[in-house]
């Protein structure tokens, strides 16, 4: 019989390295913190979204994200704008300059997942994607 929780326990380690060497390639350099760039993720794919959404979608406090979000607006890379149907509330907008990064970055960690995926086979690749999909698809269906 199958060992699952070795096996299990060595694609925590391969997903956490993967993810490592992929988020690395700009949060120390550029003097954006992991967090903010959760943040700014957050605001890149649903812009004019409030603080408290994103404290909803990313499990975080207000207050934590308030703090965030205020030296990203401090910094220039998010921006406030009032919100017509409440005025308390204000939607964040990514300044020019994030979108700038953003894309930099994607198209940095693209490159660098291509030639971590080189070494599979055409095939294999498939078949990963496949299997990949088939466990989130999991995921979608169960609340864990």
Partial sequence: M???KKYVE??????QLLRRKASGLSHAKDG?????W????????????????VATALNMTGSAVTQLVN???????V???????????HRLILS???KKRINAFKAKRLDLMLKLYS???DAEFKQYLALNKKVISGLEKKTL
């Fill in 96 to 98: 020019a300059q994030s």
């Fill in 119 to 121: 070494a599979l086979t």
């Fill in 71 to 77: 030296r990203l607006v401090a910094e220039g890379y």
């Fill in 10 to 15: 060595e694609l925590i380690e391969g997903t």
């Fill in 79 to 89: 921006k406030r704008e009032e919100n017509a149907e409440d005025r308390r509330a």
């Fill in 2 to 4: 199958l060992d699952r």
């Fill in 32 to 36: 954006i913190t992991p967090s903010q």
């Fill in 38 to 53: 959760q943040v700014i993720g957050h605001i890149f794919r649903h812009e004019g979204c409030t603080t408290n959404e």
